[in-house]
């Protein structure tokens, strides 16, 4: 078996694999970016903004980014809602923060919906905040609600899948083990007429035959080299020649009232008569 293929890929594919809240700007998690300005850079992107009086309460959103990879979950969807609505389906809450464990954000709820990166070719690449007043996104961003007075928008990009990924990156042909996975199955990947029609074996023939290169490539299914005959139970039915089939008259409706019909009258009398 030779090297699993290398996944090469620039982090402009990368999506975001990761969101969480932190109360302290200085204790974003390793390999997270810390959403710490607008997206114009003018105002702090705080998203609790606490009032001027006492201990100053901070939160600040921060993102991983990664290449997909097999069982990695990649962001999708983003909602925000209010603190006694009910979680849209297939979204989950980031609700305390990842250093302090607090309360994230005050009188609204941030959903998050992921998806494994095998199921999808589009995720969330980038997160921004809009300053106070802005109701307009920047091109290719789509404005989700709003956070403590700041607007919260997201892109999303195309990925690569992962299938795709190792494909581009695989330098063996598919083609190439064909010869060898026929050895492994019970039945040939490409029978020989004579052999897949043949009435006289209850199993399938087992070849060493291997797709021609210069021919087409045949469709494999699991009936492939599989003979087909006759259930021997169903050739007895040509020996039943004496078998009688009844003769069913026909009958018109009038003949139908005739042989069935049914006047009531009992009925009606003992009506009468316990009335």
Known sequence: MGSSPSVKMTTEDWPITAVVVVADIGKC???????????????EADLWRDGLFGRRVTRYLCVQRAAPTQGREVLVDVSIINERDPVPAGFTVVDTTEDTR???IKKKVLCVRWMNASLTTSALSELIFLGKGTRRPPNGYTMVGDLNNLMLCYKM??????????????????????????NDLPYAINPRREDAYSQGSSAPARHNN??????????????SGVPW?????????????NVHIPEIRYKSIMDIENQYSYCFDVERTARTNNG
């Open 29 to 43: 998690p390793a390999g997270y970016t810390t959403i710490d300005r607008t997206y114009d850079r003018t105002e």
């Open 102 to 104: 607090e309360k994230a």
């Open 157 to 182: 990009s195309q990925i690569k899948s992962i299938s795709s990924i190792v494909h581009q990156n695989s330098s063996d042909s598919p083609l190439d083990n064909i010869g060898n996975m026929n």
């Open 210 to 223: 291997t797709l021609d290169r210069q021919g087409s490539i045949l469709t494999v299914t699991p009936l």
């Open 229 to 241: 005959q006759l259930n021997p139970r169903l050739q007895s039915l040509n020996n039943l020649n």
